[in-house]
């Protein structure tokens, strides 16, 4: 079975909520955290950087690991592939800036969020102090 692997940042600001995306992708709406796929040949943390200067054109500064997949999750989007995703607490310079048409942002408390997938739905728990799902 192939692996895609995924990289997610974890962005919160001084009053305790997080900043979730809305995208735009095959012909409907998807809400998540701020992040993607990891490029052949890129490490998580360079994938991170990369992800965070496309989607939000900001410089990580530093990221702290927060949470890698533990459980089996089927890719949503690669027929046939298991996902690992891996979520990092970023710390970051320079304004958060959305110049994608297919992207917009919001920052959400923890229980707002109405995340799309099942391991940003576990991250989101994670954030809420509740413990896992067994």
Known sequence: ????????????DEKGRYLVLEEYFQGGWITKFPG???EPQE?????????M????NITVRRAEHF??????????YHQGARLLSVYY???YVGEIRVTLPWLRLFWLYPGLMG???PVDRYVQRLLMGEAPAE
């Open 43 to 51: 490490g998580l943390v360079d994938a991170l950087r990369r992800e």
């Open 67 to 76: 949470y890698t997949t533990d459980f089996f999750q089927r890719s949503y």
């Open 115 to 117: 995340l799309t997938f």
């Open 1 to 12: 079975m192939k692996w895609v692997v995924r990289v997610y940042g974890l962005l919160q």
């Open 36 to 38: 993607g796929g990891v």
């Open 53 to 56: 200067r496309e989607e939000l």
């Open 89 to 91: 607490r970023v710390f």
